[in-house]
């Protein structure tokens, strides 16, 4: 297919606006899928995505429309996901793209995440072609969303397609509207390969499979390639395109989004985003845009039987190269055994990833409490990076601490905004600024700290807003604040795996709830054990687990009282004895159900 019938383009929009249901329509109505093997969320092909309804990963597919204009185009079809934790993959599949479909709601209008991939798509120069969904509900309100994209979204209101992917309205001017509106690729004039690698899966009998975008040159089977952040060259076994199923080709040209299989074997040796090109003759730079990617949120994640070590390093190897966003490391732990140090990009590409883990590769595993990264001034000047309480040094020697802030969109209706302010301020936020969009609906924009967002911020917001708020949010650099290092001592021992990084303000109420829940859950011993929470040498919080009792003068009928009182101090001594040299044994499923809780 000529390069001028070429169009390659993504669909990007806040979350449940409508993507995968209108991907749906889009391949029905180029008949890329027979009608026999047509179902809902078909490029959502992972269990958890078609469980959750939400798109994780990216899906490229290939389809061809035969336009009004008597011409038949190649529409090479990215479909990206939507939640936050994912940007990441949606401006790798963006940079892929020369143009872009924006789904709005028609009932709620434009979104925090809407205006973010918008932002991102401006950043890759794409044409954008709007389309508002869901037009046949009853509260679909289009003068409103019409009079949004021209005062938030700056594009002309006649320029929307109204559209209902469930119904199959508007889904021809839509195709129409990307043959005419979005550009066709250009080929860099040299005519040396360049190819962009978006995405990769790892398959178990062909190893490592690229997805990629040819900007120009050709690949076919044979080539041998290298890419730009690794000395290895490779020779190509097999290219081919996703009609949305893997087709094999004879050769990629440019403009072509497809896959390449090389000999690759393990997961280091592909980094999305890199570009691909000839070893025989290379282009001299690679495509722009490539950056690796830094995890947010880190946890660790540990086997609950520890001779799965091994099979879990194996499984997470795998998932790596499905994801450039997940790190691992290996570490050990006194209460936990070996395990690995994670980092993912938020706290639902954590779930996913542990999930994973659990399903496709049938790990049992337990994670710790989710932690950041913070920033470490010592006294002599030394700085360190620390993202596991653990290894933060003593009080004494550390100057300061920065831990990382977010700059947070909140989209809340204009009813809520006292309670929205309010929850701002629980989680040590500032508001910077309030922006009204319309008559029901203000933004607000605030600084909060990274850790103080992770685990509840979003559930609070949506119940406080009855659903009607959404956020995102943007690294916003490190600032100094009054973090300390919290232990948990069990009968005078720290236990490591719940050591945690909290703000003094917040460390009473934090080690109150942490000693009451261990409470619950640690059996009763032979003698009284102690629950501390304590910052450095401070206790800051306590609970006490009481001893068994044995009743020892259960054999005594009437008597003299001095043999119950000798049997009586008996155990008194025995038990102030076990308290002395007595070991708590926290049974593994004491720490899977306190982690698992928070």
């Not at 289009?142 to 949004?148: D, E, F, G, T």
């Not at 102690?530 to 306590?542: D, L, P, V, W």
Request: aromatic letters at 6%.
């Amino acid at each position: 297919m000529s390069l001028e019938l070429t169009r390659n383009f993504s669909i990007i929009a806040h979350i449940d606006h409508g993507k995968t249901t209108l991907s749906d329509r889009l391949l029905e109505f180029t008949q890329t899928v027979a009608e026999r093997d047509a179902q809902d969320q078909l490029l959502d092909a992972m269990d958890l995505e078609r469980e959750r309804g939400i798109t994780i990963k990216s899906h490229p597919v290939t389809m061809f429309y035969p336009a009004k204009d008597g011409k038949t185009y190649q529409l090479n079809f990215l479909d990206t996901p939507g939640h936050v934790d994912f940007s990441y993959e949606v401006s790798r599949s963006l940079a892929a793209c020369e143009g872009a479909i924006l789904i709005v709601d028609a009932a709620q209008g434009v979104e925090a995440q809407t205006l973010a991939n918008l932002h991102l798509a401006n950043e890759q120069e794409l044409t954008i072609v709007p389309v508002i969904n869901k037009i046949d509900l009853p509260s679909a309100d289009l003068p409103k969303v019409h009079k949004q994209l021209e005062d938030i979204v700056c594009i002309p209101a006649e320029d929307a397609i109204p559209a209902s992917a469930k119904n199959g309205i508007g889904i021809e001017e839509i195709l129409e509207a990307i043959v005419q509106r979005v550009p066709a690729p250009t080929e860099n004039k040299d005519g040396l390969l360049r190819a962009s690698v978006f995405d990769s899966i790892y398959d178990n009998f062909r190893g490592v499979v690229s997805y990629v975008r040819v900007m120009s040159g050709s690949i076919k089977k044979g080539t041998r390639i290298k890419l730009f952040h690794t000395p290895k060259t490779y020779e190509v076994k097999e290219v081919g395109v996703f009609t949305p199923k893997m087709t094999k080709r004879d050769v990629l040209n440019p403009g072509d989004v497809g896959y390449v299989i090389a000999n690759m074997k393990s997961s280091s040796e592909v980094k999305i985003g890199d570009t691909i090109t000839d070893n025989s003759h290379p282009c001299a730079e690679p495509l722009p845009g490539f950056k690796e990617i830094q995890p947010m949120v880190f946890s660790g994640i540990y086997p609950v039987d520890t001779s799965d070590f091994e099979a879990l390093k194996v499984a997470m190897g795998k998932l790596q190269i499905n994801d450039a966003a997940f790190t691992w490391q290996a570490e050990s732990s006194v209460a936990l055994g070996f395990g690995f140090r994670c980092g993912f990009l938020g706290l639902l590409h954590m779930e996913i990833i542990q999930e994973r883990l659990r399903r496709e590769f049938g790990m049992d595993i337990i994670s710790t409490y989710p932690s950041v990264i913070y920033e470490v001034t010592k006294n002599n000047g030394d700085e360190l990076i620390v993202d596991n309480p653990c290894m933060l040094p003593d009080t004494q020697v550390i100057q300061e601490i920065r831990e990382p802030m977010v700059k947070v969109y909140l989209m809340t209706p204009a009813d809520y905004i006292g309670d929205m302010m309010k929850l701002v301020m629980e989680k040590r936020g500032t508001l910077e600024n309030t922006e009204t969009i319309d008559d029901l609906r203000v933004m607000l924009t605030c600084t909060l700290p990274l850790a103080e967002i992770l685990v509840d911020f979003n559930d609070k917001l949506k119940s406080m807003t009855k659903g009607y708020g959404s956020m995102d949010y943007e690294h916003d650099g490190y600032r100094a604040e009054k973090m300390v290092k919290m232990d948990i001592l069990i009968a005078g021992e720290p236990v490591d795996a719940f050591s945690s990084i909290v703000h003094r303000d917040k460390a009473d109420y934090y080690g109150r709830h942490l000693c009451k829940k261990l409470k619950e859950v640690i059996p009763k011993q032979l003698f009284v054990v102690a629950i501390q929470a304590a910052i450095g040498g401070k206790i800051i919080a306590r609970e006490s687990i009481s001893a068994m009792s044995k009743n020892v003068t259960a054999k005594c009928y009437g008597g003299d009282i001095s043999r119950k009182r000798k049997l009586l101090e008996k155990q008194k001594k025995g038990k102030a004895k076990m308290k002395a040299i007595g070991k708590v044994n926290i049974p593994q499923d004491a720490f899977i159900r306190v982690l698992k809780n928070d």
